[in-house]
Structure formats: C-alpha cells, structure tokens
Nanobody, 115 residues
Framework: QVQLAESGGGLVQAGGSLRLSCAAS????????MNWFRQAPGKQRELVAA???????NYADSIKGRFTISRDNAKNTVYLQMNILKPEDTAVYYC?????????WGQGTQVTVSS
C-alpha cells in the first residue's frame, strides 16, 4: 500500500505564491516518478507537473515558467512551488504515483486564487 498526503493549499490573491507538499509513505522503494494533477470544477483532471526518479521535469504549458516541481528523496516528498498564481489556477491539486500497475492519489488540497 502507498499513501500520499498533500498539504500546503489555501487561499491566495492573484500574483501570490504557495508551496504544495506531498509526503509518500508505504511500499515505495527506490525512486519513482511523481506527479501533480489538478481538477477544477466542471473540468477534467489534468497533469500539471511531473518529475522522474532522476529529477527530470515536465510541465503543462499553462503553468510553465510559474510552477516548479521538485523532490526530496531523503524525505520521500515531492513539492510544487507555485508562483504568480492566477485565478484559473484554482483547483484541487492531487499528488499521484503509479506503482505496480496501480494509480495512487493523495486526498487533494484546495488551492483558491482570488482576483
């Protein structure tokens, strides 16, 4: 079993910043890719950022240049630093890993950006 626990969401004004954290626990050994998704009301869940076990990253075009994904392997934690937040970034953000053919999700953390 794998457990993912997100934290760091909240309410911020446009232009502000938040840092999301996702702590992984359970049957994870070695380095595996970790992802951040988000889902806004009425919209499909979308991948916003991904980081490989080796540290390579990929970003959705909508957030590239504003968000940064990183990981602390010693702490089994992945982060999403979100800067220059926009109202359209408002969503529930989910940490995700795929392990042994199964998709694992955190409980989600709400990010609300006001204008």
């Amino acid at each position: 079993q794998v457990q993912l626990a997100e934290s760091g969401g909240g309410l911020v004004q446009a232009g502000g910043s938040l840092r999301l954290s996702c702590a992984a626990s359970g049957s994870i050994f070695g380095l595996i890719p970790m992802n951040w998704f988000r889902q806004a009301p009425g919209k499909q869940r979308e991948l916003v950022a991904a980081i490989s076990g080796g540290g390579s990253t990929n970003y959705a075009d909508s957030i590239k240049g504003r968000f940064t994904i990183s990981r602390d392997n010693a702490k089994n934690t992945v982060y999403l630093q979100m800067n220059i937040l926009k109202p359209e970034d408002t969503a529930v953000y989910y940490c995700n890993v795929i392990l042994r053919g199964l998709n694992y999700w955190g409980q989600g953390t709400q990010v609300t950006v006001s204008s």
